[in-house]
């Protein structure tokens, strides 16, 4: 920002617009990792209510659409709306389960980000903020950080959870599904499927996420690992030479590949 443009800017939307970028990071990335630590890296499949996924699905959709420009995969969460944020906090489940112990007071967490909302659409459509305002939104800043500890909100607040190598680490899963198949055909063992087990448990590898579907890829590779898991003690040469007549991974393999050539043209 050049300083003539600083001029322009009244100080009081600049002080704001601080504290609430720092606010709004902070719980969408607070979100991200508590549902995490639960083991759940796809949750918001299951704890978003059914209409604001929706709007995620339809926000990624938008910008897979626009191949102008060039888009920063993001986490799911960060397609919501600030207000989305407050709904994911006090739904019932996730507020048990996962926030209680975090915030303890429902009522108190959820009704200051209602009072910030507000606000926060004030400035972000460059209209004058008051005095009022700022105090308010010192105020929640203040609170968050008190339940956080100062320095877990800036540390939340300097993340940003999104996947710029998201294609890289798809070639190399379709490399891996080639040389699996080449050694299955020769009947000798998968010497590792590490980037399948990572790239499985990741929250884009999805296919409401990457826009095609997924599920080849999954069942080629719940074989692989099915023909991993064959014994390989002395003998047992011709029930593995059995499983691989009988198992049409080929064929599987082909679906995988067409797989491979939507998400590597879209992802």
Known sequence: MTKEAELMIPETNIEIVSMMYSIEVALRELIVE????????????????SDILEKYKEGRKCERNQT??????HHPVDYLHFPDIATILERNDNWETAFKAIFRR??????GLRRLEPIRNKVAHNRKASPADLAIVKAEYAELSSTLGSERL????RRCTCNTDIQAKLRALSEEAKI??????????????D???SAREQWWFDTGYLGCDIDPI????????EYSRLPRERGSGPLIERWVKSCN????????????GCLLGSS
């Open 106 to 111: 429902k009522d108190v967490t959820i009704s």
């Open 249 to 260: 991974l080929k064929e599987t393999y082909d679906a995988a590949e067409v797989a491979f």
């Open 68 to 73: 102008w420009v060039q888009c920063v995969p």
């Open 218 to 225: 999954t069942k080629y590779f719940a074989q692989i690992e």
């Open 34 to 49: 508590t549902f995490q630590q639960l083991g759940d890296s796809r949750w918001y499949k299951r704890r978003l209510p």
């Open 154 to 157: 800036k540390e939340l607040a």
């Open 180 to 193: 699996s198949l080449a050694r299955c055909r020769r009947l000798e063992p998968i010497l590792s499927l």
């Open 195 to 197: 980037v399948w087990h």
